[in-house]
């Protein structure tokens, strides 16, 4: 059973670092694309950025392009969503997903919420 | 920057049938867009419904599908009922791996 578990909820301040992780189970991680999707409060969905675990080959959309780091750990199935200095603008529920072999989601995390305020 | 587009809202009355619509600001929605569908309800993840145009997955009822409608991708529901009020997005594929979101469509069932 294919499974993506998400890190818990986060609450930070404006200003300080954070890397949210989702951890895969039941596939191949490094054979399948696996991305971000932002939910700001109230607002929908917003397709941040995906990676290959296998070569690290990660593109971003140009609304997030330099505002984040996605990353992988192919030895521990498991990837990334970093930030190096987070606004209170980056409040939000993140949800990481498998990219399917048609360019579907066709897995989801529960999600990470994260809080910044000061 | 593409824009995808979706209705904002949408009501249907139980039972009936409603086609959900999904274009781009620039230009017609094609199978080559591999247009997705994912339904939300509030508090909870995304759910897939369709992919790549007409495709159901798994689990989905066949009253859920998907289709290229003039320049645009559509998901009709038919028969819909209360449990399909929700948020709808639709999801085009723009090549070198890079997809964008459509705004939404809220859906009430009344």
């Known amino acids: 059973e294919v499974q993506l578990v998400q890190s818990g909820a986060e609450v930070k301040n404006p200003g300080e670092s954070l890397k949210i992780s989702c951890k895969a189970s039941?596939?191949?991680?490094?054979?399948?694309?696996i991305g971000w999707v932002r939910q700001m409060p109230g607002k929908g969905l917003e397709w941040m950025g995906v990676i290959y675990p296998d070569v690290s080959d990660t593109r971003y959309s140009p609304s997030f392009q330099g505002q984040v780091t996605i990353s992988a750990d192919k030895s521990i199935s498991t990837a990334y969503l970093q930030w190096s200095s987070l606004k209170a603008s980056d409040t939000a529920m993140y949800y990481c997903?498998?990219?399917?072999?048609?360019?579907?989601?066709?897995?989801w995390g529960q999600g990470s919420l994260v809080t910044v305020s000061s | 920057q593409t824009v995808v587009t979706q209705e904002p809202s949408f009501s249907v009355s139980p039972g009936g049938t409603v086609t959900l619509t999904c274009g781009l600001s620039?230009?017609?929605?094609?199978?080559?867009?591999?247009p997705s569908w994912y339904q939300q309800t509030p508090g909870q993840a995304p759910r897939t419904l369709i992919y790549?145009?007409?495709s159901r997955s798994s689990g989905v009822p066949d009253r859920f599908s998907g289709s290229i409608l003039g320049n645009k991708a559509a998901l009709t529901i038919t028969g819909a009922q209360a449990d399909d009020e929700s948020d709808y997005f639709c999801v085009l594929y723009m090549g070198s791996g890079i997809s964008v979101f459509g705004g939404g469509t809220r859906l009430t069932v009344l």
């Open positions: 790549s145009t007409n």
């Open positions: 620039s230009g017609s929605v094609s199978t080559s867009y591999y």
């Open positions: 997903g498998r990219q399917g072999l048609l360019n579907e989601v066709d897995y």
């Open positions: 039941g596939y191949s991680f490094t054979n399948y694309w």
